[in-house]
């Protein structure tokens, strides 16, 4: 059995089917309301991992006769805050020159810097590579959003 930590995707599924996902939420409330509205501080961590890796670690942990019934996690180290995820964001906007502002919901304070991800994989991505990923999924799908590159 796998358990999937945030899985995050730059394909055109993302921006129909799975838009109330970060970071596709936030891209699409830049284009529809030129603003991110987070519903706490921010301060909050996720852990994110790319859809592709998903698959790669799916299949090299694919079940053979002898298995036994097991738990994976499947997980990454990159475990940024929301903060960090719409700001992401924010910069390809202004790329397009396009401002759209952060708006954070200070009453509600989330604190998690204590966040410890356990994975009993052996081979995760690592944390600089699943945040480069986040950034390339950010603009391609603004990039399929506007139907141009950026």
Do not use: H
């Amino acid at each position: 059995m796998l358990r999937v930590a945030n899985v995050f995707s730059d394909s055109p599924y993302a921006l129909s089917n799975r838009s109330n996902l970060v970071p596709t939420c936030f891209i699409k409330s830049g284009f529809e309301l030129n603003k991110i509205s987070l519903l706490t501080n921010g301060a909050q961590k996720k852990n994110f991992i790319f859809d592709a890796d998903v698959g790669k670690i799916s299949i090299i942990t694919l079940p053979t006769e002898e298995m036994t019934f097991r738990i994976i996690n499947v997980a990454s180290m990159y475990t940024p805050t929301i903060i960090e995820i719409a700001k992401m964001v924010q910069q390809e906007f202004l790329l397009l020159d396009r401002r759209i502002e952060i708006e954070i919901e200070k009453d509600v304070f989330i604190d998690s810097k204590s966040l410890n991800f356990v994975s009993n994989l052996y081979e995760m991505p690592t944390w600089q590579r699943q945040q480069e990923l986040m950034r390339e999924s950010i603009k391609k799908l603004i990039e399929l959003q506007i139907g141009q590159k950026i």
